[in-house]
C-alpha cells in the first residue's frame, strides 16, 4: 500500500510501530507545517522582496528628514529612531525563527533516541529467545527500530530547509531597507554605490540592525 494511496491508515501504521516517538515527531512536523504556512502568509502580506516592503521604514525616514529642520532633529537623531523601527520589523519577521531551528535540530536526536530503544527491545527478544535464535526476531527489531530515525530525518530536513530561506528572506528584506534609508537620508552616498566611479564615503552610514534571531 502506497502511502499517498490511504496516507491516514499509514500515518496510524507508523504511530503502531514506532509508539510515542514517532507521534512527537508528527506533533513536530505539525508545528513546523503550522509555522512554516503561517511565515509564508506573514512575508507574503508585508510584501517582502518588493518596494511596498520597505514602504513603512521609507516613509518614516522621509518624514523625520522634512522634519529634522522645525524639531532640530540630526541626521544621528534620525538614523537612531528609523533603526529602533526598523529593528522591531526584522524582530518581527524573525518570530518563529528559533521554533523551526529548534524542531530541525532536536527531531534527528528523538529519532535517534527511538532507534536506540528499538534496538535495546530487539535484543532482549533475541537474548529471551534462547537458542533457538530466529534471525527474522533481529531483522524485525531493527527496521522497526530504524524507522523513528527516518521519520525524525523527515521532519528534520523540510523544517531546516524552510527555515534557510525564510533567512535568507529577511536578510535581502534588511539590505533593501538600508539601501532605501540610505538613498533618503545620505544620497551622495547611495549614489557613489550605483556609480563605481565615484568617490566612496562610509562617514555616517545607516546601521543596519543586528540579528534577533
Do not use: C
Not at 523625520?64 to 523601527?85: F, G, M, P, T
Not at 551622495?188 to 534577533?212: E, F
Amino acid at each position: 500500500m502506497s502511502f499517498f494511496e490511504n496516507p491516514l491508515a499509514r500515518i496510524y501504521q507508523l504511530i503502531e510501530i514506532g509508539g510515542p516517538v514517532v507521534v512527537l515527531l508528527l506533533l513536530l512536523s505539525v508545528i513546523a507545517v503550522a509555522m512554516t504556512l503561517f511565515k509564508f502568509w506573514q512575508f507574503g502580506s508585508l510584501r517582502l522582496g518588493t518596494r511596498k516592503g520597505v514602504h513603512s521604514i521609507e516613509m518614516l525616514a522621509v518624514r523625520l528628514k522634512r522634519q529634522s529642520a522645525e524639531h532640530n532633529l540630526s541626521r544621528a537623531d534620525i538614523e537612531d529612531v528609523v533603526a529602533v523601527n526598523a529593528n522591531a520589523q526584522i524582530k518581527t519577521l524573525q518570530r518563529g525563527f528559533r521554533v523551526l531551528d529548534t524542531i530541525a535540530q532536536i527531531a534527528p536526536l528523538i529519532g535517534l533516541f527511538g532507534t536506540v530503544l528499538g534496538m535495546i527491545t530487539a535484543f532482549q527478544a533475541l537474548q529471551q529467545s534462547g537458542n533457538s535464535v530466529d534471525p527474522s526476531i533481529l531483522a524485525g527489531g531493527i527496521w522497526v527500530a530504524l524507522l523513528t530515525t527516518a521519520v525524525g530525518l523527515a521532519v528534520a530536513m523540510p523544517t531546516s530547509i524552510a527555515l534557510t530561506y525564510f533567512e535568507s528572506r529577511v536578510e535581502r528584506h534588511q539590505l533593501a531597507i538600508e539601501m532605501a534609508v540610505t538613498r533618503i537620508l545620505n544620497p551622495v552616498a547611495h549614489q557613489s554605490l550605483d556609480d563605481p566611479r565615484a568617490p566612496v564615503s562610509m562617514a555616517g552610514s545607516w546601521p543596519v540592525p543586528a540579528d534577533a534571531a
